[in-house]
């Protein structure tokens, strides 16, 4: 049986109850979940082992690759540019990137494309899967792509062009990367463990990855879909591991450990507060958790309500029953939520992936179960 680490507070023991349940089961090799109300944390737990060979220990320092959970780091940059005044959700993309015009393309906005409106979920034609590594080959090849829908008439999921996309329209407002912001901003100032881009020194504490074993059930297949999932070319390859890890994709590639998402989330559900600063104003934590499209998702098999980057808890109840709950799920189970009717955060990682798009079963558990306490 897993020897389970860290601390629940009184109140909170059905949460460890439900993470030792997981290991119990078998469906874990090594996990984090860690739990945050109103500012405090109330929940840090973890287990398991760090690889394959079940040698090293998953402990508090081992970071974690989280996927598509990386979109809400992603989207709390975009809304402290919006909160300051540099970029506004309305704003045409070509206003900051005046090559994104081409194909059509000059009329859509910052929060269309934030909101996976824009019809670029992937390249219908064959690229070099290595390209993915050259981030101004991929950002002038997204700038000269036409869309694959109207734009605006429909949400389709944008598992990877979406970090290149929201990272360029960073980059040319911001001056830098999301990764160097993310990095100088918040994770160093406020000594939380994220990063979008990880440093060579940091490599030895990423967990290995337990892949799953079969593909996720993407319901009918259209041409955005198999752009966005389904070629040869549809993410980076051909690099290797360590290049990817240092590689900044926005979108996918994020590092974490769970506490530093839960805290960063937690700002989200408290008015932005963290360690008595406001990293994003109430107004704009509204703002960019606002749903800005919502039903059946062209890429994903699910009826979705997407905000400005976030997905949001309002169609696919994937973080407790809260309407105005959001975050984002990474592939393989990973997930952050901000709930701020409740003041509610939380965040999940993992090293062996399932197959769920959406909703995995383990952080599902954990969370009914925090819920339960409150």
Not at 11 to 34: D, P
Not at 279 to 304: K, T
């Amino acid at each position: 049986m897993a020897e389970i680490h860290g601390y629940a507070k009184d109140g909170f023991e059905a949460v460890r109850e439900a993470f030792s349940a997981n290991f119990e089961t078998g469906q874990e090799l090594g996990a984090r979940f860690t739990l945050v109300k109103s500012g405090e944390t109330v929940v840090d737990l973890w287990a398991g082992h760090a690889d394959r060979q079940r040698t090293t220990p998953f402990d508090e320092m081992t970071l974690t690759p989280v996927f598509s959970t990386t979109k809400a780091l992603a989207a709390l940059l975009i809304a402290r540019l919006v909160d300051q005044g540099k970029l506004w959700y309305d704003q045409p993309v070509a206003d900051v990137w005046p090559e994104f015009a081409q194909s059509g393309k000059a009329a859509i906005t910052v929060e269309q494309v934030m909101s996976h409106q824009e019809g670029l979920s992937g390249f219908p034609d064959e690229i070099e899967p290595a390209l993915w590594f050259d981030w101004d080959a991929i950002c002038a090849k997204l700038a000269a792509m036409a869309p694959l829908w109207p734009p605006g008439s429909a949400s389709g999921y944008h598992p990877i062009t979406f970090g290149y996309i929201a990272g360029e329209v960073f980059r040319r407002v911001e001056g830098r990367t999301m990764g160097t912001a993310l990095r100088q901003d918040l994770a160093e100032p406020f000594g939380l463990d994220l990063w979008i881009g990880l440093p060579d020194a940091e490599h030895h504490r990423a967990a290995d990855l337990q892949r799953p074993s079969g593909l996720p059930n993407f319901g009918e297949v259209n041409e955005a879909t198999r752009a966005a999932f389904l070629t040869r070319w549809s993410s980076p390859a051909g690099r290797g591991q360590g290049e990817w890890r240092r590689m900044e994709i926005p979108s996918a590639n994020g590092h974490a450990t769970a506490e530093g998402l839960a805290r960063l989330m937690g700002a989200l559900a408290n008015d932005g507060w963290l360690d008595g600063e406001v990293i994003l104003s109430p107004a704009l934590i509204a703002e960019a958790s606002r749903e800005r499209i919502r039903g059946q998702d062209l890429v994903l098999p699910f009826e979705m309500s997407w905000a400005a980057g976030f997905m949001r808890n309002a169609s696919v109840k994937v973080w407790g029953a809260g309407e105005q709950t959001f975050g984002h799920s990474g592939w393989g189970g990973s997930c952050a939520f901000a709930d701020p009717e409740t003041g509610l955060a939380g965040a999940y990682v993992m090293n062996k992936q399932s197959t769920d798009l959406l909703g995995d079963s383990r952080p599902k558990r954990l969370i009914e179960a925090a819920y339960g306490a409150l």
